[in-house]
T-cell receptor, first 115, second 115 residues
Framework: DTEVTQTPKHLVMGMTNKKSLKCEQH?????MYWYKQKAKKPPELMFV???????INESVPSRFSPECPNSSLLNLHLHALQPEDSALYLC??????????????FGAGTRLSVL | AQTVTQSQPEMSVQEAETVTLSCTYD???????LFWYKQPPSRQMILVIR??????QNATENRFSVNFQKAAKSFSLKISDSQLGDTAMYFC????????????FGGGTRLMVKP
């Protein structure tokens, strides 16, 4: 099983709303990632969790707040977003966060629209 | 800094024909991994093929093969017997010891397979 599950698939929110994106994997991976992807562009790394600890934050605005409650679950809490934050948000996981041979497995993403 | 360049923003191929997608990269490291990921309209990024820099033999996965030219820092993807389901964005990606498990993506090539 190489599945990374993301919910919801689509999300529409206003600029004053608070919402959360969820990502789950049951492959025993200890590294999980959040990416932001604009149309026709490659994914941009936002956050990396390694062994449930935040190891990388790519200067992401504080209106995005990641959380890793356990090794299988990764959340992205959203608050006071801007229209330019509309994008596809991808979650990925890998065996660990350091070995360069590790493959990242991606979920199908959440399509976020901020009105 | 590592860079990955895909010089073909869009390509098309007739069903059953062969197509080659190009990718060049830049690094000063001797050990690294290269990947081709496919992102169909369903949005999920799927690993197509992986190549370790130390291996001289080109990787092959069924209809997909690579031409890895280490001295030229080139990593092209050949798709044989193209199928309609191969229609997707294709991203070349790279990781080396300087970046842990952080992928550097190329800008992507949109491939359309025509019936």
């Amino acid at each position: 099983d190489t599945e990374v599950t993301q919910t919801p698939k689509h999300l529409v929110m206003g600029m004053t709303n608070k919402k959360s994106l969820k990502c789950e994997q049951h492959m025993g991976h200890r590294a999980m990632y959040w990416y932001k992807q604009k149309a026709k562009k490659p994914p941009e790394l936002m956050f990396v969790y390694s062994y449930e600890k935040l190891s990388i934050n790519e200067s992401v605005p504080s209106r995005f707040s990641p959380e890793c409650p356990n090794s299988s679950l990764l959340n992205l809490h959203l608050h006071a977003l801007q229209p330019e934050d509309s994008a596809l948000y991808l979650c990925a996981s890998s065996q660990d966060g350091t070995a360069i041979k590790n493959i990242q497995y991606f979920g199908a993403g959440t399509r976020l629209s901020v009105l | 800094a590592q860079t990955v360049t895909q010089s073909q923003p869009e390509m098309s191929v007739q069903e059953a024909e062969t197509v080659t997608l190009s990718c060049t990269y830049d690094t000063s490291e001797s050990n690294y991994y290269l990947f081709w990921y496919k992102q169909p309209p369903s949005r999920q990024m799927i690993l197509v093929i992986r190549q370790e820099a130390y291996k001289q033999q080109n990787a092959t996965e069924n209809r997909f093969s690579v031409n890895f030219q280490k001295a030229a820092k080139s990593f092209s993807l050949k798709i044989s017997d193209s199928q309609l389901g191969d229609t997707a964005m294709y991203f070349c990606a790279f990781v080396d010891n300087n970046a842990g498990n952080m992928l550097t993506f190329g800008g992507g090539t949109r491939l359309m397979v025509k019936p």
